[in-house]
Every structure is written in structure tokens, then in C-alpha cells.
């Protein structure tokens, strides 16, 4: 089945490995096959992958975005969640249904519930400086 997005005026999206942006006007792209298409509001830089949970974050992206040394990836990611779980044992049970979508090669699902991680790491941090 094929996937319409719309973009807004300058918008990116990375869409198989390849980062699109889209000029000053809307504009309607239909992507036919089956491929990696991830909008600009999804996509963490390298540079702003700085907690513990943006790095694993930023790990399952490049899953997602990049087939490229996948086994050093999982590494990678399996380091970041086991010192994330070691540090704060609550997120277990997240990290676990998020690393059930990451064996399984379902890295648009792990993204999404990434981001949930990562909200509740900024709710902690919130909670932690006494800003409610």
C-alpha cells in the first residue's frame, strides 16, 4: 500500500537513507514501496542525542534509516538500555516492549515508543530539579 505525506514549505523527511527536503510551497509525495520514511519532526540529530534515552533514541534511527553495520548497532543498543535499565530500574518495563520491536526489526515501533522514554526521562528530570 502507498504512503501520501504531505510536507509543509521546507520541511525534510528522510526517506530510504536519503534526506529530502521540500522547497517554499506544499507539496504531496506518495512513496509506492516499501521503504524507511521518517518526517523532520521524528528525526533527532547526532547533536542533540545527549541523555541516555535520546542516545538509544538516536541508536534505533539509525536502525531504522541506515541497514549498515546492524550488528554494531545492536550493540550499541543493547549497551545504552542495559546501562539506562541499571540506572533507573523503572524503565524496564518500556525498554523491554521497546526492545521486543528492536529484535523483531520493527524500528518505526521502537521509535515511537523511544519517544515515550524519552518524555518519561524529561518528566523525571522535571520531578528530580523540583520543576513540576
Same mark, same amino acid.
Given at each position: #500500500?502507498?504512503?501520501?505525506? !504531505?510536507? *509543509?514549505?521546507?520541511?525534510?523527511?528522510?526517506?530510504?537513507?536519503?534526506?529530502?527536503?521540500?522547497?517554499?510551497?506544499?507539496?504531496?509525495?506518495?512513496? &509506492?514501496?516499501?521503504?524507511? @520514511?521518517?518526517?523532520?519532526?521524528?528525526?533527532?540529530?547526532? *547533536?542533540?542525542?545527549? !541523555?541516555?534515552?535520546?542516545?538509544?533514541?538516536? #541508536?534505533?534511527?539509525?536502525?531504522?534509516?541506515?541497514? !549498515?553495520?546492524?550488528?554494531? *548497532?545492536?550493540?550499541?543498543?543493547?549497551?545504552?538500555?542495559?546501562?539506562?535499565? &541499571?540506572?533507573?530500574?523503572? !524503565?524496564?518495563?518500556? @525498554?523491554?516492549?521497546?526492545? +521486543? $520491536?528492536?529484535?523483531?526489526?520493527?524500528?518505526?515501533?521502537?521509535? *515511537?515508543?523511544?519517544?515515550?522514554?524519552?518524555?518519561?526521562?524529561? +518528566?523525571?528530570?522535571? $520531578? @528530580?530539579?523540583?520543576?513540576?
Amino acid at each position: #500500500m502507498a504512503l501520501k505525506i !504531505t510536507l *509543509k514549505p521546507h520541511e525534510r523527511l528522510i526517506i530510504g537513507g536519503a534526506v529530502v527536503a521540500n522547497g517554499d510551497s506544499k507539496c504531496s509525495l506518495i512513496v &509506492e514501496n516499501n521503504v524507511a @520514511v521518517l518526517r523532520e519532526k521524528d528525526i533527532l540529530r547526532e *547533536k542533540d542525542a545527549v !541523555t541516555p534515552c535520546r542516545r538509544i533514541y538516536f #541508536m534505533i534511527q539509525l536502525l531504522y534509516v541506515d541497514d !549498515t553495520n546492524v550488528v554494531e *548497532k545492536h550493540n550499541i543498543y543493547w549497551s545504552l538500555v542495559k546501562d539506562l535499565v &541499571e540506572a533507573a530500574p523503572s !524503565t524496564a518495563g518500556l @525498554v523491554a516492549d521497546i526492545s +521486543e $520491536h528492536v529484535l523483531n526489526g520493527k524500528y518505526y515501533l521502537a521509535l *515511537k515508543l523511544a519517544r515515550k522514554l524519552i518524555e518519561y526521562e524529561e +518528566e523525571a528530570t522535571r $520531578h @528530580v530539579s523540583g520543576g513540576y
